[in-house]
């Protein structure tokens, strides 16, 4: 391998090593008790701390395949460099800190490191021996950094150096970022069907790397739960459930500029026939691009049963043709064009202000965000070339003309 090789690979696993940060947290607070707390990139790469106050701080390395854990290696005493100062800083012996080395690495056998995995003999507390062996190993080097870890460790008193060796633990063979997805759905998502899996793992990790960013740009000063993950697995299942689907694009908006003017799509025409201000044809827009993303969405992770989509349409229309009819009622050919553009305005009216709240026309019972309803008709009403639902009374008969002229 060229040395241009290496430095782009470590420079990869460095980039890995910050994007392994967050990840690895929301492993570890599925694993934790609910009331155990995370900080990110505060003391260390992460602070966890239990329900009686207690603080871990982790070090995480996501190294290179194969690379192992030795006697003198970096990332174990530079982890121990951070720890001896938030020792120090934190009483020293009275204090409760723990200090946990997740690493990919695996440490190999020969190493005195093996001593601190969780498997090693479990010592008294004033057992010498770990400093013994971090004596012995410190004295075969003549690293300058690592060097200064001995001098800072060698500043505690014998006790102190007992206490602060014996508070460390090191979890080798952790697993890899590209491994934390399957691990958190196999053990942790098992009450949701497989086949949604992915989908509610995909949005979990959307809102923790919110989380996580609030955090680190101090957005957030209070740090994040394990209850909190809980809550939001919880509520996100809950909208794969046989009575509901999936809400994603709430609030979401379409790239580019809205032209209200110049829009020629068949829906927006019908709006601007019967005179609807441009601010609530822009409200239209957003209700057909939501609603049609929606439906792309559920289509895509296959949350539809057969036929669902179709017989839902079928069931809007005919609703819209009870009251179409009602509306229409009094009207000809011979009413006046302000009349028949008045009775339009109040059909959409309903569309536009009560469909979206009516149990009745829901999809499912409890998909209750009112533009799945609102765009729906808006895309019923965009079919080409005669639409299912139209809202000036003469509307199909002049597009109808039109179209035959045209043909």
């Known amino acids: 391998m060229t040395a241009d090789q290496v430095d782009r690979f470590s420079a990869g696993e460095q980039g890995l090593g910050y994007l392994y940060q967050p990840r690895f947290a929301l492993l570890k607070l599925f694993e934790l008790p609910e009331e155990t707390s995370v900080f990110i990139e505060k003391d260390d790469d992460l602070n ?3 329900m009686g106050g207690r603080l871990t701080l982790g070090s995480l390395k996501h190294k290179a395949p194969g690379e192992r854990l030795t006697d003198l290696s970096t990332d174990f005493w530079k982890s121990v460099r951070i720890w001896l100062k938030r020792y120090k800083h934190g009483g020293r012996i009275e204090s409760s800190h723990q200090f946990y080395l997740f690493t990919t690495n695996e440490v190999s056998e020969t190493s005195f490191l093996k001593e601190f995995l969780p498997t090693a003999v479990t010592r008294s507390a004033d057992d010498p021996a770990l400093s013994t062996l971090a004596d012995a190993a410190l004295a075969e080097t003549q690293s300058e950094p690592i060097q200064k870890v001995a001098t800072e460790l060698h500043s505690l008193n014998e006790a ?3 206490d602060f060796l014996r508070r460390i633990t090191i979890f080798d063979r952790a697993p890899r970022i590209d491994d934390i997805p399957g691990l958190i759905k196999d053990r942790h998502m098992r009450s949701i069907r ?3 899996r992915d989908s509610v793992f995909e949005r979990l990790e959307g809102w923790w790397h919110d989380a996580a960013l609030a955090l680190l740009t101090g957005k957030r000063l209070s740090p ?5 993950v809980s809550d939001r697995l919880t509520a996100l299942a809950d909208e794969y459930k046989t009575d509901n689907l999936p809400i994603t694009f709430r609030g979401k908006e379409p790239n580019g500029e809205i032209d209200t ?4 799509r068949l829906f927006v025409r019908q709006l601007r026939e019967i005179g609807i201000t441009s601010a609530r044809i822009r409200n239209a827009i957003l209700d057909y691009y939501r609603a049609y993303e929606q439906r792309s969405q559920w289509a895509r992770e296959n949350l539809l049963i057969s036929d669902e989509l179709e017989d839902y349409e079928d069931r809007l229309e005919d609703e819209w043709s009870r009251y179409r009819d009602v509306v229409f009622e009094q009207l000809d050919r011979e009413s006046a064009e302000s009349v028949l553009r008045e009775a339009g305005q109040k059909l959409y009216r309903w569309v536009d202000l009560e469909s979206g709240n009516i149990s009745s026309l829901r999809i499912r019972e409890r998909v209750t ?7 729906c008709f ?6 080409t070339p005669l639409p299912r639902v139209y809202w000036h009374p ?4 002049r597009l109808r003309k039109l179209l035959t002229v045209s043909a």
């Open 369 to 375: 965000e009112p533009y799945v309803v609102r765009g």
């Open 160 to 162: 102190e150096q007992v």
């Open 48 to 50: 966890f701390v239990d």
């Open 261 to 264: 003017e110049n829009d020629d």
């Open 378 to 383: 808006h895309i019923l009403a965009n079919l």
């Open 394 to 397: 003469l509307f199909l008969e």
């Open 224 to 228: 994040i739960y394990g209850y909190e």
């Open 194 to 196: 497989r086949e949604y």
